[in-house]
């Protein structure tokens, strides 16, 4: 069993910035695919960024690529979502997810575990 804590979440105004953290409990914490997801109101959740175990590969939506910044701290067992220059269409809940399968992953129905979520909300 892997939990999740996501912590880091706050009013920031547009063209501001936040970096989210999850802290993951467990001792292979190396060995899973981290991903960063969010969902607003009224929509669903949608992919945000992924790493790979090792931290070998990232991924992005394609929308997001140049602001958002995955990384992960195999040590702390912590991944990170650095995010930049933030629009109020990023407002959302951003949940922290888990894969302790797969090398990289994308799809939510691919995540085992998941974290309580943390708010994000933009504006001025």
């Known amino acids: 069993q892997v939990q999740l804590v996501e912590s880091g979440g706050g009013l920031v105004q547009p063209g501001g910035s936040l970096r989210l953290s999850c802290a993951a409990s467990?001792?292979?914490?190396?060995?899973?695919?981290m991903g960063w997801f969010r969902q607003a109101p009224g929509k669903e959740r949608e992919f945000v960024a992924a790493?790979?175990?090792?931290?070998?590969?990232?991924r992005y939506a394609d929308s997001l690529k140049g602001r958002f910044t995955i990384s992960r701290d195999n040590a702390k067992n912590t991944v990170y979502l650095q995010m930049n220059s933030l629009k109020p269409e990023d407002a959302a809940s951003y949940y922290c997810?888990?894969?302790?399968?797969?090398?990289?992953?994308?799809?939510?129905?691919?995540?085992?575990?998941w974290g309580q979520g943390t708010q994000v909300t933009v504006s001025s």
């Open positions: 997810a888990a894969d302790p399968r797969r090398y990289m992953a994308m799809r939510s129905d691919e995540y085992d575990y």
């Open positions: 467990g001792r292979t914490f190396s060995s899973y695919c």
């Open positions: 790493i790979s175990r090792g931290a070998g590969s990232t």
